[in-house]
């Protein structure tokens, strides 16, 4: 099993920029689809985006052209770049990892767009 840590949620301004990190136990980007889901309160968790061992991304409508995933590989970590971010985008970001058929999670990290 692999743990994730996530880190660099917090209040930002509407226009605003943070970057999210997500850091693995141990090396698995080489051999597993990872992303990022949201779930705002009171609404069904949604699915921001996954990255495959390839390379392969694909975005939420909503976020298409404002965020960015990426990989740092001799981390073991992943990062979500959000710019232009809107009060809508507030919810508790949570990371992921498939490995064999099996859907890690890390702990969630809050992101608050808020004037």
């Known amino acids: 099993q692999v743990q994730l840590v996530e880190s660099g949620g917090g209040l930002v301004q509407p226009g605003g920029s943070l970057r999210l990190s997500c850091t693995a136990s141990r090396n698995i980007f080489s051999s597993a689809t990872m992303g990022w889901y949201r779930q705002a309160p009171a609404k069904q968790r949604e699915l921001v985006v996954t990255?495959?061992?390839?390379?392969?991304?694909n975005y939420a409508d909503s976020v298409k052209g404002r965020f960015t995933i990426s990989r740092d590989n001799p981390r073991n970590t992943v990062y979500l770049q959000m710019n232009s971010l809107k009060p809508e985008d507030t919810a508790v970001y949570s990371c992921?990892?498939?490995?064999?058929?099996?859907?890690?999670w890390g702990q969630g990290t809050q992101v608050t767009v808020s004037s």
């Open positions: 992921y990892v498939i490995i064999g058929g099996v859907r890690s």
């Open positions: 990255i495959t061992p390839g390379g392969i991304t």
